[in-house]
């Protein structure tokens, strides 16, 4: 799971590693930033429990300190795991920057999520809490100790003198893989490793202490989070602007209200702005970048964020394991619309193999670097599969690399749907519909589509009556998986298509499609 030691040396050598925790960050731009604003949220309508605030670099760790301290006289010790389910807000900051005081990890789960998902995540990491947004949710994880955002606990900061801290080396927290397979596999952060990723970010996107983020996506995921996300707009000096949901109706009149200079979006949700833009009352003109990542964007909708938001678009093809591809803000505009981007660091490897495993500028792309993991959490198994011998990360993407060393996205080699940003395990959607007393068989593909790139089909073998769609739908729900993973295609078949080895053929039963 770790670098050896030779790599690791080289990589502090190089500067990339700069030994230095989440806490010391946090406390060295209070020095340097103390009353500017951090984090500024306009609150949840119709939630008075999720008020709208505005924090300034010493409020967060201000606050952190307490809930730390208040954490702590609840039993969270270092290298306790912890899952956090929170929405955009300000208290979401607040819970990482505690855990990171005291060496606990986060382990990131999404607003989207439910008790199939939780309840899993909870039992693996054999968490000693779950920190989730109001009562309704405690229900995810029955056999752990629930803390709602509305009853963070907090205490006197002093009681933490004296604790040993996190070294820069140890994990800081555990991300969720998109997962081809079951549920998602957990993705070990070092302090370290992702500091360095998002602070070369912000660098790469030219944030500076008068830039503002939008943080328009959920703020667990990886996009938002460090590419250059809420953490590199704080190592910027820069503000964060937490919105509740990524819609135009909410986040245009913030970027006005607030002078948002620079936002993130998925594909869709771009299409979604590009559309709103042209009727929009709001002033929009503060905006300078708009980053489209998490999915393939196509040429031509790339081609119109210029004219029609004002602003200069930045493609980012990445991944929570680790590599982060940008165009950078003085590109050509050509690249900028055709091309993925070109890594971060000077020593991000990329190999790009074809299907005979010969090196070529187009096919499977494998990468290893200083921000890139060496193995999953507690998978022993699938690390042999998923890393070469030699620490190569293989990323399931299909590739191609242009004359420039930018790449272009080609499609997915695993059998994974990429549904507008939000991966789906086909396995893990396959195993809820087999547990359907009609169902005697199940394949689920990805199919193109227009809008959020892919669709899912579930192809299904039946036994006796074949059930309703909207039963179907019903029955996932009522399993308590997320709504993104329910199927938005059914389709009944007699038989699947099979390869030479009598595997099903998914490639044919997406030609079908």
């Known amino acids: 799971m ?12 190089a500067g990339y590693w700069r030994g230095e925790t989440f806490g010391g960050m946090l406390r060295d731009l209070v020095s340097r930033y103390g009353s500017r604003p951090a984090l500024i949220s306009p ?7 999720v008020p709208g605030v505005r924090w300034s670099f010493r409020d967060l760790q201000e606050r952190a300190d307490r809930l730390a301290a208040g954490l702590y006289g609840s039993g969270v010790r270092r290298g306790d795991r912890v899952v956090v389910q929170l929405p955009n807000v ?24 439910r008790s199939a998902e939780i309840s899993y995540f909870c039992e693996f990491t054999e968490a000693a809490a779950y920190i989730c947004p109001d009562d309704a949710h405690r229900a995810y994880a029955p056999g752990t100790p629930a803390i709602t955002l509305g009853e963070l606990p907090e205490g006197d900061p002093a009681v933490l003198d004296g604790l040993p801290g996190p070294e820069p080396s140890d994990v800081a927290f555990l991300q969720l893989s998109g997962g081809s397979t079951g549920l998602p596999k957990l993705i070990p952060r070092t302090h370290d490793d992702y500091i360095y ?20 996506l959920p703020a667990a995921h990886n996009f938002p989070m460090s590419s250059p996300g809420v953490f590199g707009a704080l190592s910027a000096g820069a503000a964060s602007v937490l919105a509740p949901d990524p819609s135009p109706g909410t986040c245009f009149p913030l970027i006005e209200r607030e002078r948002v200079t620079i936002a993130a979006l998925v594909p869709p949700l771009a299409l979604v702005w590009l559309d709103a833009a042209a009727s929009t009352p709001h002033d929009l003109s503060s905006l300078r970048v708009l980053q489209v990542g998490g999915a393939k964007f196509s040429e031509e909708a790339a081609k119109r964020v ?29 690249i900028v619309v055709s091309t993925q981007g070109r890594p971060i660091s000077p020593d991000d490897e990329i190999l790009i193999l074809d299907d005979e495993g010969r090196e070529s500028d187009y096919g499977h792309l494998l990468t290893r670097g200083p921000y890139t993991i060496r193995g999953y959490w507690r998978a022993d198994e699938h690390n042999r599969t998923a890393f070469t011998e030699d620490g190569f990360y293989r990323t399931g993407d299909i590739v191609r690399r242009t004359p420039e060393g930018y ?37 689920v593909v990805a199919v193109p589509d227009a809008y959020l790139g892919e669709r899912t089909c579930a192809y299904l073998i039946c036994r006796g009556e074949t059930p309703k769609k909207s039963e179907l739908r019903a029955f996932l729900r009522d399993r308590g998986i997320a709504a993104f993973k329910i199927p938005d295609m059914f389709e009944f078949v007699d038989a699947f298509p099979q390869t030479a080895v009598g595997k099903v053929s998914k490639r044919h039963l997406r030609e079908r499609t």
């Open 2 to 13: 770790h670098w050896p030691d030779d790599v690791a040396a080289r990589y502090r050598a």
């Open 43 to 49: 609150g949840t309508p119709g939630a008075p429990e």
């Open 90 to 113: 300000p208290g979401f900051h607040q819970v990482c920057f505690a855990l990171f005081r005291l060496g606990a990890w986060p382990v990131f789960a999404l607003p989207a999520h």
């Open 197 to 216: 990723s998002f602070r070369a970010s912000a660098e790469i996107c030219e944030l500076t202490p008068d830039s503002v983020y939008l943080c328009a």
């Open 306 to 334: 210029r004219p029609e938001l004002g602003c200069a678009l930045q493609q980012v093809f990445g991944m929570a394991e680790g590599l982060v591809n940008y165009t950078r803000l003085d590109d050509p505009e050509g």
């Open 407 to 443: 790449l272009v996205v080609e499609g997915r080699a695993k059998d994974q749907i990429n549904r507008g940003g939000e991966k789906i395990a086909a396995e893990e959607v396959e195993n809820h519909l087999l547990a359907h007393p009609a169902i005697h068989d199940a394949s």
